[in-house]
């Protein structure tokens, strides 16, 4: 079945440094690709997608490129800010379902 | 801007006493999900449904039912509370369409169970 592992946290950074969370999965088909992120005291938003290989998902300077062939989709930033402390889940959605399976999650915590 | 609310944010309970979370979701969507939370294990899925008064089980749905009456509510319930079940409870929807798969999550029910 589909899996998502991602790299364990929690991930302590300085501001303005560079940020890369890992994620690999495993799925039938092509899937489609997420990175959601939840901060304190909310539920998950969307944070970027990419739809097919070699595509690149970017979003408030977030960026993750679908790699079908190492089956990789790890989301990286060039300089963190405080406020992008939280958590963040790699996701995958395979095509003709309805469910998503979600990473365990990776707690980023930016520091001033 | 779209919307996912929860009935509750916090709700503690006694174990056996029977629990209903509220989900309500003005998007039109067809789907909705009901997850658990847990650390280290991050989103596991207990229930969604696709269209009103259709279910389907998740990876985890032991001990626990859904409704869904109306397009725009789906339900869980927990039959008789236990302490297992302690937990922080996500509800999400998303669009049955081939090109809007992203999902909408309300803001979590942390239930505690004593």
């Known amino acids: 079945g589909d899996s998502v592992t991602q790299m364990e946290g929690p991930v302590t950074l300085s501001e303005e440094a560079f940020l890369t969370i890992n994620c690999t999965y495993t799925?039938?088909?092509?899937?489609?690709l997420f990175w959601y992120v939840q901060y304190p005291g909310e539920g998950l938003q969307l944070l970027l997608k990419?739809?097919?290989?070699?595509d690149k998902g970017s979003n408030k300077g977030f960026e993750a490129t679908y790699r079908k062939e190492t089956t990789s989709f790890h989301l990286e930033k060039g300089s963190v800010q405080v406020s992008d402390s939280a958590v963040y889940f790699c996701?995958?959605?395979?095509?003709?379902?309805?469910?998503?399976?979600f990473g365990t999650g990776t707690k980023l915590q930016v520091i001033p | 801007d779209v919307k996912v609310t929860q009935s509750s944010r916090y709700l503690v309970k006694r174990t056996g006493e029977k629990v209903f979370l509220e989900c309500v979701q003005d998007?039109?969507?067809?789907?909705m999900f009901w997850y658990r939370q847990d650390p280290g294990l991050g989103l596991r899925l207990i229930y969604f449904?696709?269209?009103?008064?259709?279910?389907e089980k998740g990876d985890i749905p032991e001990g626990y039912s859904v409704s869904r009456e109306k397009k725009e509510r789906f339900s869980l319930i927990l039959e008789s509370a236990s302490t297992n079940q302690t937990s922080m409870y996500l509800c999400?929807?998303?669009?049955?369409?081939?090109?809007?798969?992203?999902?909408?999550f309300g803001p979590g029910t942390r239930l505690t169970v004593l």
């Open positions: 998007m039109d969507h067809e789907n």
């Open positions: 799925a039938t088909g092509y899937p489609s």
């Open positions: 999400a929807s998303q669009s049955q369409g081939a090109m809007t798969d992203t999902q909408y």
């Open positions: 990419a739809t097919k290989a070699d």
């Open positions: 996701a995958l959605k395979s095509r003709g379902y309805q469910k998503v399976t």
């Open positions: 449904s696709y269209d009103v008064k259709m279910k």
